[in-house]
Nanobody, 128 residues
């Protein structure tokens, strides 16, 4: 079992930055692929970004939705069991509840079904 708790959401203006955190507890954090998804009101849960579980001899691979490429950066600190999402140049369309997720994906890291554990979400609201 992995318990995930997101934090760092809030109300910001367009163009501002926020950093979300996801604290993990339970099983070994470094063994899991981690991802951020988001859900806007009345919409489904959308993939934002993922980072691969730790690799011995190389940096963890990452992937991003086209809508956030160049603006968002995912990172992880395995020593602190924490996942981060740095969000820059925020836009009103980034408004959503942001969820972190943990799992071992089979290659389709953009699919929410690939992840087993989910946090409760943190609200991000971007005003224009």
């Amino acid at each position: 079992q992995v318990h995930l708790v997101e934090s760092g959401g809030g109300l910001v203006q367009a163009g501002d930055s926020l950093r979300l955190s996801c604290a993990a507890s339970g099983r070994t954090f470094s063994n899991y692929d981690m991802a951020w998804f988001r859900q806007a009101p009345g919409q489904g849960r959308d993939f934002v970004t993922y980072i691969q579980r730790s690799a011995m001899w190389s940096a963890s691979n990452t992937g991003y939705a086209d809508s956030v490429k160049g603006r968002f950066t995912i990172s992880r600190d395995n020593a602190k069991n924490t996942l981060y999402l740095q969000m820059n140049s925020l836009k009103p369309e980034d408004t959503a509840v942001y969820y972190c997720a943990a799992g071992v994906h089979s290659g389709r890291y953009w699919r929410d079904s690939e992840y087993t554990y989910w946090g409760q979400g943190t609200q991000v609201t971007v005003s224009s």
